[in-house]
């Protein structure tokens, strides 16, 4: 008798011992402190990332160009003289680009001129040179010129290659002309130019055939439109 007591008291201690671990753990998964989607797995599949704001440039697309330029034409045996014209370009792609030239100088006297005394070779009409061309061009090598930290220009060196015409001395003379240059970007629609050319073509003034090679060194302004 005594013995079957002491069974149903150590089966009644089992299932107080076994209710003691089974009813925290039935707690615990109600009260959501496992895994959930509003849990640790639940950050870490969808955290909650601030999003930055990104203002995209507002870059002009632009093919036309427009521009003057002013520098030095030096003439082969007429001396270095003012030039002053105008451009107008259109640039096909991003490399390529055709540009219309138009530019006028007005021709210094000779050497023999000079030394000679009275003797004149062309009238003060026939010093007026002018020039127009139209060539094909390729831009290399963009990059940037940093002023300062906060101040900067873009930048594109270019080549330059095509044919036209110069009149002076009362007769026009087929050129070509070959020249490259720096183009600094203000902002997105006027840049500023800094380019050589040279312009070559025969003439026969001192009684042969003469070939010649006359440099033109330019600074130039244009607008994009």
């Known amino acids: 008798m005594e013995s ?10 089992l299932f107080g011992i076994l209710f003691s671990f089974t009813i925290p753990a039935l707690a615990a998964g109600s009260s959501g402190d496992g895994p959930s989607d509003d849990g640790e797995l639940g950050k870490i599949i969808t955290p909650d ?10 870059l002009d697309n632009e093919d036309f160009e427009f521009g003057l330029f002013y520098g030095l034409l ?12 105008v451009t107008f ?5 991003e490399n390529f680009f055709t540009e219309a030239a138009y530019g ?26 002018s020039y127009y061309n139209l060539a094909l061009g390729y831009n290399v090598l963009p990059g940037q ?3 300062s930290d906060k101040w900067h220009f873009d930048t594109n060196i270019y080549f330059i290659a095509g044919a036209g ?20 970007y203000a902002t997105d629609s006027i840049s500023m130019d800094l380019s050589m ?22 600074f130039g302004l244009s607008v994009y439109f």
Do not use: C, M, P, W
């Open 4 to 13: 079957r007591f002491q069974r149903i008291f150590l089966i009644a201690s």
């Open 49 to 58: 990332i601030e999003r930055r704001t990104i203002k995209e440039a507002d």
């Open 74 to 85: 030096a003439i082969e045996d007429f001396g270095a003289n003012e030039v002053q014209g």
């Open 89 to 93: 370009a259109y640039h096909i792609t």
């Open 104 to 129: 006028l100088s007005t021709l210094q006297k000779t050497s023999y001129e000079l030394l000679s005394g009275g003797v004149q070779l062309l009238t003060d009409d026939e010093r007026n040179l």
């Open 145 to 147: 010129v940093y002023i």
């Open 165 to 184: 015409n110069t009149h002076f001395a009362d007769k026009n003379y087929f050129t070509y002309n070959l020249g490259g240059g720096l183009r600094f």
């Open 197 to 218: 050319r040279n312009y070559t073509f025969t003439h026969e003034l001192f009684g042969i055939s003469k070939h010649t090679n006359n440099l033109e060194g330019r």
